[in-house]
């Protein structure tokens, strides 16, 4: 039995939050009806229709006749979760909120997913990715050369909204299960951004500076070699970087090399493009030296390493020929995840019986409220899925050694990555520490780690080890490659999956390749853990048992492109960026008005018509103007009446006329956002040593059962004593451990705030 069999979920959104957040749920069993207009989906014609809809039933319903709208309520009635992604209102003229819908049917989860944000101006936009992304300064955040927003061609925000939206609806179906009752859930596209884009802001710190398309750092960069080819050294770490140095001779000099940038850079640029690709990736990676070619996502997808990983599946489609799309993103040992069918058309809706509400019980204060999270992970994959947890309310420890978390610092986005979480300092090399952490196992229900192929076993932590202390525990563990193939063993970090995956040459388009500013596969694998857990404990109280739960960067790879990458005979190409790409056409991009940027995008004619009233300019025949490429000759008009006007009274006559357009701000902008604090994005907290902090509030919003952060940043093993007690253990036995150096306190300074 899956996670999520006998769950009936009915889906009225549509696009590419909603719908994949269902599939996510769909593929552990979950029973999905998809409700859609006379009219189909807005993306029925895309490839990733039928990757985000698989496994659903279809049905066409016309919800503004009162014929379809009673069918939806009758279809409500009989459902578990109910998903929409209406803009705000549209659901209360409907009768389908939350709060009339959970009145009539207190069981149900109502799941309501928004493009934007759930009030204020811009949430009543069209949905459009890029002008979400301008909305969050995320435009901005991208490395670029020149000073403009940048167009991301992947949709990174709404993919990880849907990863939220998973998490969400599984962690209300888990407090359903204690509790006897559903309740709305809110996951936005400003959540979405929170866990993909979102950042701490520490006050009394500078902001980082904007990066490059390369990347600015010399050991995590873009390097280009003598045949023209280009491959990504992701020497994040220094005893890797120093691997680097020494496989090309200059280990004797590392130390000068790694205090001066520029001139590592100018090196490393130079001694690369002496040989081919090929040459230098077989010597560095002989070394242990993580790096990784730049390719195409079409020949990733289609390619060996995928094929060995069990990631490409298959089915026949009666008009398309082949269809090839991405599996499930996660391997569940019990309760495993399949993808049974491409969607399937149905003429009449499935006979639900309504569902019986049992008697209500005394609910927990937050979702995930009582679960204990032992988490071993570092960096962003790992560490982020413990605070994603805990922002649902689940009791999460970070555990590091005294080396730390090698991620840790006073910076910014350590502060984003492990926020909500204590910490807990335990030497896993000694036995006595080995032995305390499996007697925390016992009371512990998850265990996360990101250690590379074979770690585990040598520690004695393995999933075998973990279960015979606890069979109820679920164990969750990420590496790079999968744990597979001759690639399982071997370190990685997520620009080396950009670069192989196709991220980076698709944000590239015709020029060189381009690395994403956001970690789109560590937030993603994050995300995919979170709500893998959160599958697996909704297993667990089904059958009482744990189990294993393995992922990886290279499965995230694919889902965060899975749009992209699902394929079949003469599918449509995909959008191709540039260097600092503006738009993918002239209608749909970033302009400059004279006081800041604006996103804008036509998608048809009378909006174009439109535009040219506005503006008081003759765009011509409306489908060549759709066609027009983003830097051709209407492009140039269009830049020069935008660059001629203010921002703000432009926008107000664009959105009085029917024209999506919204600013495109940057970072500072956005951290005095009205709108952004109108829909409660931020929130100021106290770091005890740092100070005044301003961070994402939370990824989700309940009803009924609030989630967010109860803990800040914890410094390295803060709470060893207090976590240690409140596990069981004796003050004999902890005192014992500290005298032996077995669990630890604070004693070191952590490097000055960046």
């Keep these: 039995m899956s996670a999520y069999a006998g769950v009936r979920i009915v889906d009225f959104s549509q696009g590419v939050a909603g719908p994949m957040a269902a599939m996510l749920l769909g593929d552990f069993a979950a029973e999905v009806v998809k409700v859609e207009p006379p009219e189909g989906d807005r993306r029925k014609d895309r490839p990733g229709y ?24 009758e279809l409500i009635a009989g459902a578990d979760v109910a998903i929409f992604d209406a803009a705000p209102g549209q659901l209360e003229a409907l009768g ?5 819908l959970t009145a009539a049917h207190p069981a149900l989860i109502h799941a309501w997913m928004p493009p934007y944000g759930t009030t204020g101006r811009w949430s009543q936009l069209p949905p459009h990715h890029s002008l979400l992304t301008g909305l969050t300064a995320t435009a901005f955040k991208q490395g670029a050369y020149a000073d403009q927003p940048v167009h991301l061609v992947l949709p990174v925000l709404w993919y990880a909204q849907a990863v939220m939206g998973a998490s969400a609806i599984g962690a209300a179906l888990y407090e359903r299960g204690r509790s006897g009752r559903g309740q709305g859930v809110v996951v936005s596209g400003l959540h979405g951004t929170a866990e993909a884009s979102g950042a701490s802001r520490i006050q009394a710190a500078p902001p980082l500076p904007r990066g490059i398309p390369p990347g600015a750092n010399p050991r ?97 489609h009666p008009e398309l020929g082949e269809v090839a799309m991405p599996a499930p993103p996660a391997r569940l040992s019990a309760t495993p995840a399949e993808v049974r069918a491409l969607p399937q058309r149905v003429a009449q809706p499935p006979a639900w019986s309504p569902r019986a509400l049992g008697p209500a019980k005394a609910g927990p204060t937050a979702p995930l409220a009582g679960v204990r999270v032992l988490n071993l992970g570092t960096v ?62 016992r009371d512990a229900d998850v265990v996360i780690d990101n250690y590379r192929l074979g770690v585990r ?96 960067l290279m499965a995230q790879s694919l889902l ?66 759709l066609a027009a490429p983003r830097d051709g000759d209407l492009a140039a008009a269009l830049d020069a009446a935008f660059l001629a006007r203010p921002r703000e009274p432009t926008l107000d006559a664009l959105l009085a006329a029917g024209v ?21 994005f931020f929130q100021h907290w106290e770091h005890g040593r740092l100070g005044p902090v ?27 004593r207090e976590l240690l007690a409140e596990f069981g253990i004796s003050p004999e036995r902890i005192e014992a451990l500290f005298a032996a150096g077995a669990v630890f306190e604070p004693e070191r300074t952590l490097t000055p705030a960046q």
């Design 457 to 552: 076993a040598r520690l004695g932590i393995d999933y075998p080890a973990l279960r015979a202390a606890n069979p109820r525990i679920i164990s969750c563990s990420v590496n790079a490659y999968g744990d597979t193939g001759p690639r399982a063993a071997r370190p990685g970090f997520d620009p080396l999956l950009q670069s192989e995956g196709g991220m980076m040459a698709g944000q590239g388009g015709n020029d060189d390749p381009i690395l994403y500013t956001i970690a789109v596969n560590d937030v993603a694998t994050a995300g995919v853990v979170a709500a893998s857990v959160i599958a697996a404990l909704n297993a667990r109280d089904r059958t009482g048992e744990g189990q294993e739960i393995l992922t990886s």
């Design 50 to 73: 039928l990757a985000f809809n698989r496994n659903k039933q279809v049905l066409t319903l016309d919800l503004e006749t009162p014929a379809g709208l009673a069918a939806a309520r």
């Design 220 to 316: 995590y960069r873009l390097y280009q070699c003598e045949d023209g080819q280009w491959f990504f050294l992701g020497t994040l770490f220094t005893n890797f970087y120093r691997k680097a140095f020494e496989t090309l001779g200059f280990g004797d000099a590392f130390e000068a090399f790694e205090i001066d940038m520029v001139a590592a850079r100018d090196l490393l640029m130079e001694i690369f493009a002496t040989r081919p690709r090929d040459e230098w990736l077989e010597l560095l990676q002989a070394n242990d030296v993580p790096c990784g070619p730049v390719g195409s996502r079409e020949a990733w997808f289609a390619g060996e390493v995928v094929r060995e990983g069990g990631m490409r599946l298959s089915f026949d």
């Design 96 to 100: 389908l909120d939350a709060a009339t």
């Design 560 to 625: 965060f492109q899975i749009g992209e990458v699902t394929t079949y005979p003469g599918r449509p190409p995909n959008d191709l960026g540039g260097l600092d790409c503006i738009g993918v056409s002239a209608l749909h991009r970033f302009y400059a008005c004279a006081d800041g940027w604006i996103g804008l995008v036509c998608e048809r004619p009378d909006e174009v018509r439109a535009l040219g009233r506005t503006l008081g300019l003759d765009l011509g025949d409306p489908a060549e103007a």
């Design 660 to 680: 999506a357009a919204a600013p495109a701000i940057r970072g500072a902008e956005a951290l005095q956002s009205d709108w952004l604090w109108e829909n409660d």
């Design 380 to 441: 962003i994959a790992g560490a982020y899925a413990g605070t994603l947890l805990a922002n649902l309310g689940a009791e999460v420890v970070k555990i590091e050694s005294r080396d730390a978390d090698p991620f840790r610092s006073d910076g910014h986005q350590f502060l984003h990555y492990n926020r909500g979480v204590r910490g807990l300092g335990l030497d896993l090399k000694q036995p006595a520490a080995r032995a305390l952490f499996l007697d925390l196992v």
């Design 694 to 720: 301003q961070g994402i509030r939370s990824f989700f919003d309940f009803s009924r059962t609030p989630s967010g952060y109860r803990h800040p940043t914890p410094e390295l093993g803060e709470h060893s």
